[in-house]
C-alpha cells in the first residue's frame, strides 16, 4: 500500500471552501479510482492561514497515475484550490506502508 501526502496552506477565509471542494470534488472522483483505498485530511491553525496536510492510499504506485498521471510525484492541484492556497507542495511525497494496526 502507498501513502500519499500533500500538503498546502489555505487562507482563513477559504478553508471551509477547501474542505467542501474535496469532499464534494476531488474525492468524489478519487472514489472512482480502481487502486483507491482512503483519503484523510488533517488540519491545524497557523497565525498566516490553515494548514492542511491530504493523506490519500492507494493499493500500487500504478493506482496513483489514474488521478496524477506518470509524473505522480507532481503535485495535481487545481487552479479553484492553487486561489485558495497561501502556499502549497508542488510535489506530493509518497511512503510505502509498512504497517498499520
Do not use: N
Not at 471552501?17 to 483519503?39: C, M, N, P, W
Amino acid at each position: 500500500m502507498i501513502s500519499r501526502h500533500w500538503t498546502g496552506l489555505a487562507k482563513k477565509d477559504k478553508a471551509p471552501e477547501y474542505v467542501i471542494h474535496l469532499k464534494t470534488d476531488t474525492f468524489r472522483q478519487l472514489k472512482q479510482l480502481d487502486g483507491f483505498i482512503s483519503a484523510s485530511i488533517l488540519k491545524r491553525e497557523l497565525d498566516e492561514g490553515i494548514e492542511f496536510l491530504i493523506i490519500t492510499e492507494w493499493k500500487t504506485l500504478d493506482s496513483i497515475k489514474q488521478f496524477a498521471g506518470d509524473h505522480y510525484e507532481k503535485a495535481v492541484v487545481p487552479a479553484i484550490v492553487q486561489s485558495m492556497m497561501i502556499r502549497y507542495d508542488a510535489k506530493a511525497t509518497h511512503y510505502e506502508v509498512e504497517t498499520t494496526v
